[in-house]
């Protein structure tokens, strides 16, 4: 299974769905505006990627306004926020078959590329 769960509404989504050519790699799509992620898709994320620390996103306006920077969440906190709300999660999340990818960074696009490449 290939999916892809992102935000339509961001720019560096689409950037990154056209630069991976993902229309190609018969991904499924999951706005999670429209679509809200479900507490099993979550837990699966966290169990593949070592946590929901590591799909917190950081530099959504919530994180701020929340004061989360300053505040000690445990896993089950994190678990609660990023489900309540969509913009806590790190963005986009890739699915390939057993393989998770979080978030924008120049490191997990290379690598969710190279997964790619090696699945053709």
Do not use: W
């Not at 969710?112 to 053709?120: I, Q, Y």
């Amino acid at each position: 299974m290939k999916k892809c769960y992102y935000l339509s509404t961001c720019s560096t989504c689409k950037r990154i769905i056209d630069q991976l050519n993902l229309k190609e790699y018969s991904f499924v799509f999951q706005d999670i505006k429209k679509e809200p992620i479900q507490e099993e898709q979550l837990e699966f994320f966290s169990e593949k990627l070592g946590g929901y620390e590591k799909l917190l996103n950081r530099r959504a306006r919530k994180y701020r306004e929340l004061d989360l920077k300053n505040r000690n969440l445990s896993d089950s906190d994190l678990k609660k926020l990023i489900l309540s709300e969509y913009t806590l999660l790190k963005r986009p999340v890739f699915v390939v078959d057993d393989l998770v990818f979080a978030g924008n960074s120049k490191n997990t696009i290379e690598k969710v590329e190279k997964v790619l490449h090696e699945s053709d």
